[in-house]
């Protein structure tokens, strides 16, 4: 352990008790990596807090013998943005797990970092209402990393993001400070420092206490799975319903590998022979959801779907999820192992970059298979590899790497839900101008000026650039522990 | 280099293709005369503009159609005037329900040009008028923001010049897209005092085949209150509910539900049930939206959980009856978002008295008051009125920290910052 560290361990102690702190060699290493286990370093030293005094405390030693510190919640980032520093402070928050209040009247509640997303939900239900970003990872994935990441989800196409739904934090900065950001009435006083808080992974400080807002349940939910001869008539499909004035909560589609994948993996019974599946799934006034549901339905018949299923009950909706929910994991069983891309594309461009994707596809003989948010233009293409076979590997990431650099050409983004983290920094450049980085580095800079919260996350350093993105081998140990369904 | 000629001055401004005049009184912010005005033509014309200015170390203001130029504390120095109505430009991508507008397109233009297509930038302005830069520089949000959200959640991307002349972009063109700090939020509601906004690109929603407003006038602010909480939980899933209160009379609530044809009666039915002698419409009223008042009245920005909102609006009224004046209240109760107006010539120690007294109160319940606008005769900066634009800003010293990185010396509209930066 480095000096400096180990100096540190009985003031950690003092702040954190002996069960709070953990320096055992085979302890620190569960934490090694997050949901991206291509990146693993051995944290310094990992502590456990219980209270918002406690992360200052700790936050404070490390700000006064710099020593840098790395957030981490429920570790199901895919950006390996909880990646631990070797000779730094992990500060996990699976301590701080209390819903603190759910308060009906004002359609808030008030959490723990540490709280799983689908918690609150399940806090909510009995009133009526429930919390709206819902991450595949929901019933593991801690609300303070969904605010690290401003974690989507299926239904983010028409409720959006964390940072549509957090109005208030407590944060821990950098320097140790306890700052109150927002809180239960918008619109808080001065610079929306809440609103760039939310999405910076733990480079700005760590939040310790988060109110949200919590909708209202939907008064009616229906789900629709249409199966189309082709990837084309489908995304032609997803333009049709847009243009028609509609928007579902989620729009899903899936091409022919990731169906047969999932077929084999949870015999979700999709239509056979379909070249791409569209689960549309529409919320809100009853009349309004059966007004748009028979449009919807007829759209995707207009545009030459051979099946339409309809699920109007939670059971229903479950299956026709199924197929979808299972696969990532899926997919983990038909290859030895994969990468799994997140980009964004304007939606408009969808047809074109998945005939690019199919076209790389086939010139480098590496399989990919094609998972995605349609609604919002979110691709999640999964680069199958043999990782026994040599260069594999290599050409895999190629191909992984050249799916981000069309979703570029076209004006989209390098991420649209899993964060930068370490994996994408070396990415941003390719997005954003040296002017632009230079910038977002100021504002960092403004918050952690001695560049000791989660450093080397986010933004290229050159220490960084150079390494392949993340390979995932078989699915992911939480998929595996039945703690997780992916997206 | 403060003695540097206009002639001079004249040279390095325009040197990047702005057009550089002198400043008139109608150029004034807040009776402060600007020496130079200049007109950039694009971004790049901007970045050179800002650059020059920091050199010679002169203190910048952005105005577009200048409409809500009073917003604001007054400018401690405004040596140029940057006029934003040539930084024009509409890129609509309809199939992506994404538009990038330049920051001088008039918002007019803009629904307009929104419509043809059958979408909207679902912001009702509450200053008719405006441009896109001014509307997202003082963060207006319309009663729709209740169920789409404020401004800031319907802004993708952003393009700014920083106080040094650096144009620097964040966000980009797609609506889901989490690459990089989204510094478009710190941008919104600044009134530019972090950079100057040269393009901004946003989110658009389908333009809904129908509406009703459905509203009620309220006996008090206790029954106000609880329609408003009715409205909130019903399934109906209204758009905005919206409080009016004049200075004189009783309040009322507007609740608009937008949607499909085929529903909307049955939901506008639903919500008339929850209210007393309701009244529906099928169109809004001319003044849906706009701030309460006159434009030369002093302007509070009130905020509430919304379980208080209209309780807050009473709080409001009764401090300014406390001190011999009275207010006008009117916004979003369903967000808790809503402005009051004091008379234009109100004494100016009773608009002090009424900000302390129902700030406090409003505290208590978990809300701030801030001085969005001044009247007039409150806005000479050199007069000491003891009054608190501000009050208390959670974060300050951070806020501090951003604008020291940004704006070092002090150049993009000093004064107008939080806590007076």
Excluded at chain 1, 457 to 472: A, I
Excluded at chain 2, 22 to 27: K, P, Q, R, V, Y
Excluded at chain 2, 365 to 384: E, F, I, Q, S
Aim: hydrophobic letters at 45%; glycine letters at 12%; proline letters at 7%.
């Amino acid at each position: 352990m480095p000096e400096p560290l180990h100096a540190l361990l009985p003031r950690l102690r003092a702040v954190c008790g002996d069960d709070g702190v953990i320096t055992d060699t085979a302890r620190r290493r569960t934490y090694e990596s997050d949901g991206i286990t291509y990146h693993a370093a051995l944290p310094g030293v990992v502590v456990l807090p219980t209270s918002t005094a406690q992360v200052a405390a700790v936050v404070s030693l490390c700000a006064e013998h710099g020593v840098p510190f790395v957030p981490r919640g429920a570790g199901t980032g895919l950006s390996a943005g909880a990646l631990p520093h070797t000779e730094g402070v992990l500060i996990v928050t699976s301590r701080m797990r209390s819903i603190l209040e759910i308060d009906v009247a004002n359609e808030r509640a008030v959490v723990q970092p540490g709280v799983a997303n689908l918690d609150i939900t399940r806090a909510a239900a009995p009133h009526g209402y429930y919390y709206a970003p819902d991450p595949s990872s929901q019933q593991v994935c801690s609300v303070g990393g969904n605010i690290a990441e401003n974690s989507g989800g299926a239904h983010c196409l028409k409720y959006g993001f964390t940072v549509n739904h957090v109005l208030g934090l407590e944060v821990v900065t950098p320097a140790g400070e306890v700052v109150r950001l927002g809180g239960k009435a918008a619109d808080a006083p001065g610079y929306d420092l809440l609103g760039a808080f939310i999405g910076s992974e733990g480079t700005l400080g760590i939040a310790t206490e988060v109110t949200v807002r919590l909708l209202r349940a939907p008064q009616k939910v229906r789900t629709l799975l249409a199966a189309f001869p082709t990837m084309d008539a489908g995304g032609a499909a997803v333009s049709a319903i847009i243009a028609a004035g509609v928007l579902p909560a989620a729009v899903e589609m899936m091409d022919a590998l990731s169906i047969e994948a999932a077929e084999a993996a949870v015999a979700c019974g999709y239509p056979a022979g379909a070249g791409a599946v569209l689960i549309v799934e529409l919320d809100g006034p009853a009349a309004d959801v059966d007004a748009q549901f028979e449009e919807v339905a007829a759209l995707c018949r207009a545009e030459g779907a051979f099946e339409i299923r309809t699920a109007s009950d939670a059971a229903e909706r479950a299956r026709i999820w199924k197929g979808r929910k299972s696969a990532f994991a899926a997919v983990g069983r038909i290859s030895p192992a994969y990468i799994v891309q997140d980009g964004v594309v304007p939606r408009t461009s969808l047809p074109e970059v998945l005939r690019r994707i199919a076209e790389l596809s086939a010139e480098s003989g590496i399989r990919v298979a094609n998972v995605f948010h349609a609604g919002d233009g979110n691709l999640h293409p999964l680069v199958l590899f043999d990782d026994a076979e040599p260069g594999a590997a290599e050409r895999a990431a190629e191909v992984s790497g050249a799916i981000l650099d069309l979703c570029i050409e076209h004006g989209g983004s390098i991420t649209g839900e899993h964060g930068v983290g370490v994996d994408k920094a070396c990415h941003m450049p390719e997005m954003f101008s040296p002017a632009d980085l230079e910038t977002m580095d100021l504002f960092r800079g403004a918050f952690d000026p001695a560049g000791i919260a989660n450093p080397e996350k986010l933004l290229p350093t050159p220490r960084l650039c150079g390494e392949r993105p993340g390979v995932r081998k078989g699915v992911h140990p939480l998929v595996e522990r039945g703690a997780a369904e992916q997206f | 280099m403060h003695e540097a000629t206009t002639t001079t001055l004249t040279e390095a401004l325009s040197a990047g293709g702005a057009a550089v005049r002198e400043g008139t009184s109608a150029d004034a912010v807040h009776g402060r005369v600007p020496r130079l005005v200049a007109t950039p033509p694009d971004t790049a014309a901007a970045s050179a503009l800002l650059a020059a200015a920091h050199r010679h170390g002169l203190a910048s203001i952005a105005r577009g159609n200048g409409t809500a130029l009073a917003w604001g504390a007054p400018p401690l120095r405004c040596d140029l005037l940057v006029d934003t109505t040539a930084l024009t430009g509409i890129e609509h991508a309809a199939g992506d329900l994404v538009v990038r507008a330049g920051a001088g397109t008039p918002l007019a233009d803009l629904r307009d040009h929104l419509a043809r297509a059958g979408q909207r930038l679902t912001l009702d302005p509450p200053v008719p008028g405006g441009t896109v830069g001014g509307a997202v520089a003082t963060g207006l949000s319309g009663p729709r923001r209740m169920l789409h959200g404020p401004l800031r959640d319907l802004i993708i991307g952003m393009t700014v010049v920083r106080a040094d002349g650096v144009a620097a972009s964040s966000g980009g063109r797609v609506v889901k897209n989490v690459a990089g700090y989204d510094l478009g939020k710190l941008h919104t509601g600044a009134l530019g005092t972090l950079g100057l906004i040269t393009s901004v690109t946003f989110r658009l929603h389908p333009v809904p085949p129908a509406l009703r407003l459905v509203s009620a006038q309220a006996p008090d602010a206790a029954v106000l209150q609880e329609w408003t909480a009715r409205a909130l939980r019903s399934a109906a899933v209204p758009a905005a509910v919206e409080l009016r209160w004049p200075a004189e009379g009783p309040p009322r609530l507007q609740v608009l539900l937008e949607g499909a044809r085929g529903g909307i009666d049955a939901r506008a039915a639903e919500v008339a049930a929850l209210l007393d002698a309701p009244h529906t419409a099928e169109a809004l009223p001319p003044d849906w939206g706009a701030p309460p008042g006159g434009a030369r009245d002093t302007l509070l920005k009130v905020t509430a959980p919304v379980s208080a909102s209209a309780l807050a609006a009473r709080t409001v009224r009764e401090a300014a009856r406390a001190l011999g004046t009275s207010a006008d209240v009117g916004g979003s109760a369903g967000a808790g978002v809503l402005y009051a107006a004091l008379p234009a010539d109100a004494d100016p120690e009773a608009v002090a008295g009424v900000v302390a007294r129902a700030r406090a109160a409003l505290a208590e319940a978990g809300g701030t008051l801030t001085v969005a606008r001044t009247a007039p005769h409150l806005a000479d900066p050199a007069l000491d009125l003891g009054l608190d634009r501000w009050g208390p800003v959670g974060g300050l010293a951070l806020m501090r920290a951003v604008k020291d990185r940004f704006d070092p010396h002090r150049l993009l509209s000093p004064g107008r910052g939080p806590g007076g930066m």
